[in-house]
């Protein structure tokens, strides 16, 4: 079992940054692929952006540039490092584990509001 911690979303002007954290508990953390995906009003939750347990990472084309994923296995944490933050930014944000060695466990944490506006 698997708990999932966002902490670090709020409100922010376009073009500022953010930085988003996800602690995780219960488990080990090194063997879990961790994500962070997001979900606007009246949209499909989407992939924002995942670090697999060896570091390679994947970005939604619409993140790339501007956005860093990064984890700090000793701390059980993930951060996702949001810079020249756009409106179309604005979203609930969640971190994401999934196991590396069998893909159906995977975990939600319970989500941080992420608002660009000026």
């Known amino acids: 079992q698997v708990q999932l911690v966002e902490s670090g979303g709020g409100l922010v002007q376009p073009g500022g940054s953010l930085r988003l954290s996800c602690a995780a508990s219960g488990s080990i953390f090194r063997a879990y692929a961790m994500g962070w995906y997001r979900q606007a009003p009246g949209k499909q939750r989407e992939l924002v952006a995942r670090?697999?347990?060896?570091?390679?990472?994947n970005y939604a084309d619409s993140v790339k540039g501007r956005f860093t994923i990064s984890r700090d296995n000793p701390k059980n944490t993930v951060y996702l490092q949001m810079n020249s933050l756009k409106p179309e930014d604005t979203a609930v944000y969640y971190c994401?584990?999934?196991?590396?060695?069998?893909?159906?466990?995977?975990?939600w944490g319970q989500g941080t509001q992420v608002t660009v506006s000026s």
């Open positions: 670090i697999a347990p060896g570091g390679h990472i």
């Open positions: 994401n584990a999934v196991h590396a060695l069998s893909p159906s466990t995977n975990y």
